[in-house]
């Protein structure tokens, strides 16, 4: 259901677009239904503009509630790019290193990720809201001084982790993924930068082709899908980084009954 309603207050399953950020998601949906317009809404759960999916809208008194939303287990698809990785461990980042990708194979994946399985340490990533002492983890990365701090780390549960496919990307292709979708956030995230950067690393006629891999996670609250990307690269000793991250369920609340 896209709504579930009780003496707690509402929960929307709305569904964010790649590109919005939460707060986006949240003033659509006040244009979208009007009534919505004086409410309190929060979000449970935060996405990153680089993913879509499900994202639970908070409305009037079940903000009061917000920690036993925050808690459900979440369940992923992520799609990897190998080849490059990026300081926010996504597209939406300048390119930090570049690597060959010919040991990409689908069995040493699948190995790979036996690291991932269980209750494991996570880092925070760099460019999240996380905050350590008085700041977001992304101020300190914009302002170059990640080294003065360590990073944090929280212990998550991944239930199952799984690779449905490995696929291959052209030079052509992921240059006009990138472009397009970089074009859609809105606010300063550096987008003329990290576009300046990717057309140095990529031409939209190039003949190359970069290796993907498709993986299902299923996970405990605070799991960072971009972080398996990059962590599964480093296992692999190759770069890689979150091409593309769907989160398909909330709890119980899935996206096929997400309000779009």
């Known amino acids: 259901m896209s709504a579930a309603q009780n003496m707690s207050g509402e929960v929307l399953n709305l569904y964010k677009q790649m590109g919005e950020t939460p707060r986006e998601r949240l003033e659509r949906l006040r244009a979208q239904k009007p009534h919505y317009e004086h409410e309190v809404l929060s979000y449970a759960g935060r996405l990153d503009p680089m993913a ?11 903000n009061k509630r917000r920690e036993m939303y925050l808690d459900m287990s979440k369940e992923y698809t992520l799609d ?12 939406l980042g300048r390119v930090m290193d570049i690597g060959g990708v010919s040991g990409i194979k689908p069995s040493a994946i699948k190995k790979a990720l036996n690291e991932f399985r269980g209750t494991v340490p996570m880092e925070y990533p760099p460019f999240s809201s996380k905050t350590v002492e008085g700041k977001a983890l992304f101020e300190w990365a914009r302002g170059g001084v990640l080294s003065a701090i360590v990073l944090p780390q929280r212990t998550v549960i991944i239930y199952d982790i799984t690779l449905e496919g490995v696929y291959k990307v052209s030079e052509k292709e992921l240059f006009e993924y990138i ?72 709890g119980e609340y899935g996206i096929e009954y997400s309000l779009k």
């Open 80 to 91: 990897v790019l190998f080849g490059f990785s990026t300081d926010t461990y996504d597209v």
């Open 179 to 250: 472009e397009d979708n970089v074009e859609k956030v809105q606010g300063d995230f550096r987008q003329e930068e990290i576009m300046r950067i990717w057309k140095r690393k990529l031409r939209r006629d190039g003949e190359r082709e970069f290796p993907c891999a498709t993986i299902k996670i299923s996970c405990s609250s605070g799991t960072y899908a971009r972080s398996i990307a990059h962590g599964l690269g480093v296992e692999l000793g190759v770069p890689a980084l979150a091409l593309h991250i769907m989160r398909t369920k909330v």
């Open 52 to 62: 879509e999916g499900v994202l639970l809208c908070l409305v009037g008194s079940a």
